[in-house]
């Protein structure tokens, strides 16, 4: 059997600086490590070359829904290893086998990422063999390199040649923890829907009054460490518990007991109160709502390319 992994793109991680990208990747990885132990989804997690590879003994819808409650992954990469025979036929040959429409007309395209030492092939030369050994195994396929119906996607290593078969959209954002604490009464839908936007930037809900059970489950199944006060360090290198710095679903008064500021801070950040959801219609309620309860079936915003116009 072909051995299956995934591939993590973090996308707007990347534009971090480099202290900040890597400590924002580390909270990202611990989160999705004990989101898998949180659901006794067997995980693990390795690198290769410049990539965070998650591995899996699990159904591979299992480990896909829990990949795509990782906040701060913006897409998921499914990889299955063909072969160590580097061999362009062998692999053309592996590919239609695992492709479902041989025989119909269609266009495609072939891209190939090197990784490692360079050997008998580089990728030009080897994207220009698999393309040649596809198009005689299957001459029902044309060339289109702009926008092709079926990518052929692959990671050409020294010894071994994976395809990358499908891409998965994940959630985006940053990883929870890493932009401080929010305080939130999770009495309604509403609070729910404007928690998780808050979480989305980045930021730890910390539950208190009269939250709702359901819903602070509902959100632990995207950050595990939910309602943990996240912590810092001052000017002296000493770790302190941060204070919170907003709320939702409670005023400024019923809060204040809970923010939780050092007496020894010389500056503070005002409280300040979120509203999250101002502006969002009801239709993209439902649909940020749908996403919340299944993401690896339903998209966060029903409308993702009109407001760039």
Known sequence: MAQQSWILRFGELGLKSKVVRRSFQRSLRKNLVQLAEDSSVPLIRDRLREFDVIYSSAPTETVEDLMCHGLGIVAIDRIVELSTNLDPDLISTLLLERHDRVGEERTFGVRIKRL???????SQSYARALGASLIERDPSLSVDLSNPEWWVKIILEPASVSS????????????????????????????????????????????????????????SKWDPFLGVRSR????????????AWGVVGLTLEQAKPHIQRRETAIKTTPLSTLEPLCGWTEDEKRTLWQHINAPSQFRPHPDTTSWFE
């Open 164 to 219: 990358i078969e499908k891409r998965i959209q994940g959630p985006g954002g940053l990883p929870t923890g890493v932009q401080g604490d929010v305080l939130v009464q999770l009495k309604t839908e509403a609070d729910a829907l404007s928690s998780f936007l808050i979480m989305r930037r980045g930021s730890r809900i910390i539950p208190i009054l009269d939250s709702k059970p359901e819903y602070v489950e509902l959100l």
């Open 116 to 122: 490692g030492v360079k050997g008998e092939w580089g």
């Open 232 to 243: 810092t360090r001052d000017q002296t290198g000493q770790m302190f518990q941060r204070p």
